[in-house]
């Protein structure tokens, strides 16, 4: 592999708490991007891919650690990098001509070479005659490659990509991701690198010549592997299956360190997380994937799964996740399988189903149960929700703690433990299970 | 064949449409050019000590343009200090919290209670010119329709997508083209409507100013307001009229040159990512886009300047990147802020001396008229509520009569309320009634309309399919208006409220107290307190009222309004 270009020394991202605690964003991370590589991020969401892009292009000051720009750090001087981002981030009241102009502009390069490199580019990703159109008149394609050409229109050493494709449906993906690659291996632009984050592993595969898995609870390094596979890459064949099952399988196993890659090789692992995290998914989301699985006989490969659903990744995890939380299914190898109590959850009705899932709550999620005994010792069966945000506050950052007090009310409501008052903030035990303990 | 004749005509007619739009935007320059040598004539000349106000029709139009200056030389003034403003609370992380506590309170203080301040400072300023009077209504007008709009630009400002914002970042856009790409693009849709409702609030501060009259001491403006002020106390129906008349034209012809191409041009500042079937047109504005002089302008003067411009800031950014700045910003703003508090301090303290020397009796009456005041405004809002919200919910469910009803009530509403006080003064003289409920009346005409369109907004957004649901169900009228009209207007209802509040504490202060026909009419109120203070030029007495009043608003805001705004906000919210 070539020179580095940009490296990262121990960065770190962290929020420091009122009370002296710190929220760990991303825990202390070595990367290198080298000139001729496609370099892949994949990571469940909360991992802090983002975090990472926003740190390595000077827009996020690392909170410790240093970014360095062939070899000087960054921020002395403007690396030169542009980003794609995944909500095209276009300027809707600029022709898609004056977006393009818009960077040489801030270089001021003068008007009649910046219209000329701007025409080039939106040539070369296919845009000619879309020049005074406005991107609101544009499909989410076209739309993203005027967030190519304008990116690629400054000439970056290094390209970043916030998830450029996660925004498009399948098909306009595909094909864009094809172009990218022809771009790319062309060499018809000076860019000298590419970072590309993303929750989808075939993607990953199909462009990358290196993947990074990044753990959550802190943010880390899971495992850093090449891809060896010749170009055009065939996502049918054997190898590329075995390298996306094998991602598979480390990014649903998020405590166990990752086995020895089929074709690369693991660079590191990292501590298990300290509190355990409710995943994001619905009680009624459990229940469809119990059902899913029982018509495939108990048993399935996640990425068959999320492939027959259309899922991402993203979306399927949590679910998977919560199934196995609550004891309903255990994961192995990349497949989920039905347990006992699975199996028993999905054959049941409605209120039995309520029944099996408050005793499995109760009996596995730890927060569930704070939050119930909680409740139970208090003589108004009743307690300010800032009771336990405090205490998720120790170990989540702001915005996660919400979401886990939010994840945990569906939970609570969905199994009758407790209900929340939205507008008093205060959880309350339902009035039956207030008066059965009072008797 | 026969095509080809009707291509060739079409083309030269449009060649000669072409020409007359030239012809139509050189008129208007040179229109421009002489109004601007007219007001610099005007405001040059000596003062007129007692304004003399002619009643002849003919004298309209001088009159009307002089108002439409004075409105125009304040928005301006007040557009460059909210964007100001606005970015200043925006990224200033210090000065934020302190800024928008300010603008808080600033939108609150009724702004008529410093008529008499600001136009004793201004004469002093310029003796001996008539600018010094001018400068006062227009600073007047300035501190009444600046705040909302700094507020809409902070908030737009704020609210831009943190990757459009990161975009700009990694493109190294200078603060120059990031103000003219991303921030002020953004905010203008903002801007745009916030500024009608500033420029209307602007008429009707005008009209107070310029029938104002301190003690002895006559500071009327020639302009619209004096001149129906002058109709109604002569009783001159006719000039009336025509005063009427004159004002409903101005204030379409605004609505048509100005704010409708203004609405049109801003249609592309939407920050849309698909474009929306509805877009919002107007013939003046094409005008304008069909005009080759202004074409040519653009090409060859504006173009080129604005390039230079951005060029002459990207470059300076490349610059300025390597060296930071140094301590001096630092030590300048410790000592501009020292400075601020040094001048509170005075302030203070003078406020205080002035304030300590009011007896009992002063504090007591003060407080008694304050909440006689008080009432007046409940029930001028519940007055206006009554009729208003089934009238607005009618026409809100009725596409049919919103057609008809609705430019009507818009010309209604748009007719400045002070403009009006003294033709309906003349009514409830003429009608043997005091001003202890005509000024209820008084208040009720300015602030009525908030209500009113706020209404017919939220009763047009209430969903359709919620509406067949309450039919589906044969919802009796009872039930209809508890569980589907009254929620789903609240959001908007408390809105118009709000509104409608602060321009009736603001009123109270032209209505409880009046110069009319040689002599003066007033009632019980903290309104009239404020305008006879002013009037005998008591400033103790003016300054607790004034402080009473401003206590008054801003109390009502966060103990009635803010609540009611969280409720409407968290639990009658439609979302689609």
Not at chain 2, 5 to 11: E, I, Q
Request: hydrophobic share 50%; charged share 20%; net charge neutral.
């Amino acid at each position: 592999m070539g020179e580095t270009i940009i490296q990262a020394r121990q960065v770190e991202k962290f929020y420091a708490q009122p009370n002296g605690n710190r929220i760990q964003v991303i825990a202390p991370t070595d990367l290198e991007i080298r000139s001729g590589e496609i370099l892949a991020v994949l990571g469940p969401s909360g991992s802090g891919k983002s975090t990472l892009l926003r740190m390595l292009t000077g827009l996020a000051a690392p909170s410790a650690g240093e970014v360095l720009w062939h070899g000087r750090p960054v921020g002395a001087e403007p690396p030169n990098v542009s980003i794609v981002f995944q909500s095209f981030a276009l300027f809707p009241w600029l022709t898609v001509l004056e977006n393009v102009e818009a960077p040489l502009k801030a270089r001021a390069v003068d008007p009649v070479a910046r219209r000329k490199r701007a025409i080039r580019m939106l040539d070369a990703v296919g845009l000619d005659g879309f020049e005074a159109a406005y991107p609101k008149e544009l499909s989410g394609g076209m739309k993203q490659r005027v967030g190519f050409a304008r990116a690629l229109v400054v000439e970056p050493e290094v390209l970043f990509m916030d998830e450029p494709f996660s925004a498009l449906d399948v098909l306009t993906a595909e094909n864009l991701r094809n172009e990218l690659l022809e771009l790319w291996q062309r060499q018809s632009m000076p860019t000298r690198a590419v970072f590309l984050v993303t929750h989808n592993i075939e993607e990953a595969v199909l462009l990358a010549d290196r993947v990074v898995v990044l753990g959550k609870n802190p943010g880390r390094i899971r495992t850093d592997l090449q891809v060896p596979l010749p170009h055009p890459r065939d996502k049918k064949s054997e190898p590329f299956q075995n390298l996306v099952d094998y991602i598979y399988t480390v990014l649903t196993r998020p405590d166990e360190a990752p086995a020895k890659a089929p074709s690369g090789r693991p660079e590191a692992a990292a501590p298990a997380p300290r509190y355990p995290m409710l995943p994001h998914a619905r009680p009624g989301g459990v229940a469809g994937l119990l059902e899913m699985l029982e018509d495939r006989g108990g048993r399935s490969d996640i990425s068959k799964l999320a492939e027959d659903l259309g899922f991402a990744i993203d979306e399927l995890l949590p679910i998977v996740d919560a199934a196995a939380l609550l004891g309903f299914a255990t994961v192995a190898e990349g497949d989920v399988e039905m347990t006992a109590a699975g199996r028993e959850f999905a054959a049941a009705d409605i209120l039995s189903r309520k029944d099996l899932f408050r005793r499995a709550a109760f009996h596995n999620v730890a927060l569930l149960r704070q939050i119930t005994r909680a409740l139970a010792t208090k003589r108004d069966h009743s307690i300010p929700d800032e009771f336990f945000h405090d205490i998720l506050d120790e170990h989540f950052s702001e915005e996660e703690t919400v979401r886990q007090l939010e994840t945990a009310i569906t939970w609570g409501r969905f199994a009758e433990l407790f209900d929340h008052d939205a507008k008093e903030r205060r959880f309350y035990l339902p009035e039956e299970a207030a008066e059965v303990d009072r008797a | 064949m026969i095509r080809l004749p009707l291509l060739g005509r079409s083309v030269s007619s449009e060649g000669a449409r072409s020409a007359l739009y030239d012809g139509l935007v050189f008129c208007a320059i040179f229109a421009a050019f002489s109004v601007v040598l007219l007001i610099g004539r005007y405001w040059m000349a000596a003062p007129m000590p007692a304004a003399h106000i002619s009643r002849s029709p003919g004298m309209l139009p001088l009159y009307s343009l002089y108002s439409l200056v004075r409105i125009a030389i304040a928005y301006v003034l007040s557009l460059v200090f909210a964007v100001g403003y606005g970015y200043l609370a925006a990224y200033n992380r210090r000065l934020q919290p302190f800024l928008i506590a300010l603008l808080d309170i600033l939108q609150s203080i009724p702004v008529l209670s410093f008529l008499p301040g600001v136009m004793l400072a201004m004469v002093s300023l310029f003796p001996g010119h008539q600018i010094g009077i001018e400068l006062g209504a227009i600073v007047l007008i300035f501190t009444g329709q600046v705040w909302n709009m700094a507020f809409s630009f902070y908030s737009s400002l704020r609210s831009i997508p943190r990757e459009l914002r990161e975009a700009s970042r990694i493109f190294g856009f200078s603060a120059w083209q990031r103000f003219f790409q991303l921030e002020l693009p953004y905010g203008a849709i903002g801007l745009v409507w916030n500024s009608m409702v500033s420029v209307a609030g602007g008429w009707f501060f005008l009209m107070a100013c310029e029938m104002f009259v301190l003690g002895n001491r006559d500071f009327r403006l020639p302009g619209l307001g004096s001149y129906l002020q002058t109709a109604a106390s002569a009783g001159d129906t006719g000039a009336m009229l025509w005063g009427l008349t004159a004002m409903i034209g101005v204030i379409v012809l605004l609505d048509q040159a100005v704010w409708r191409p203004v609405i049109a041009w801003s249609d592309k500042f939407k920050f849309e990512q698909v474009e929306s079937a509805h877009t919002s047109g107007s013939p003046m504005l094409d005008l304008l886009r069909r005009s080759r002089v202004l074409e040519v302008c653009q090409e060859r003067v504006v173009a080129p300047l604005w390039e230079l411009l951005g060029r002459h800031f990207a470059q300076r950014r490349g610059r300025e990147d390597k060296h930071r700045p140094g301590p001096y910003g630092r030590i300048a703003a410790v000592l501009a802020g020292v400075l601020v508090l040094a001048v509170l301090a005075w302030g203070g303290e003078h406020a205080f001396r002035l304030l300590r020397g009011l007896g009992r009796a002063d504090i007591g009456l003060t407080m008694r008229a304050a909440g006689v005041t008080f009432l007046r405004v409940a029930a001028a809002l519940a007055i206006a509520s009554l009729w208003t919200i089934p009238a607005g919910v009618a026409i809100g469910f009725h596409p049919r009569l919103a057609r008809i009803a609705q430019p009507l009530s818009q010309i209604a509403a748009s007719v400045p309320a002070t403009a009006l006080f003294p033709v309906l003064l003349l009514a409830i003289v003429n009608a043997g009634g005091g001003l202890g409920v005509g000024s209820i009346l008084l208040m009720l005409l300015g602030t009525q309309w908030y209500i009113l369109f706020n209404v017919i907004a939220g009763a047009i957004a209430i969903p359709s399919d919620l509406k067949e649901a309450a039919s589906l169900f044969r919802f009796g009228t009872l039930d209809r208006w508890r569980t589907l009209i009254l929620p789903g207007i609240f959001p908007y209802l408390v809105t118009g409220l709000v509104t409608a509040s602060g321009g009736a504490w603001n009123a109270s202060i032209v209505a409880e107290y009046f110069h009319f026909q040689g002599r003066i009419l007033s009632t019980v109120g903290l309104g009239a307190v404020i305008s006879s203070a002013t009037d005998s030029g008591r400033f103790d007495t003016l300054l607790l009222a004034t402080i009473v009043m401003a206590a008054l608003v801003v109390g009502v805001n966060r103990l009635v309004w803010r609540p009611l705004y969280r409720l409407a906000e968290t639990r009658y919210k439609l979302e689609t």
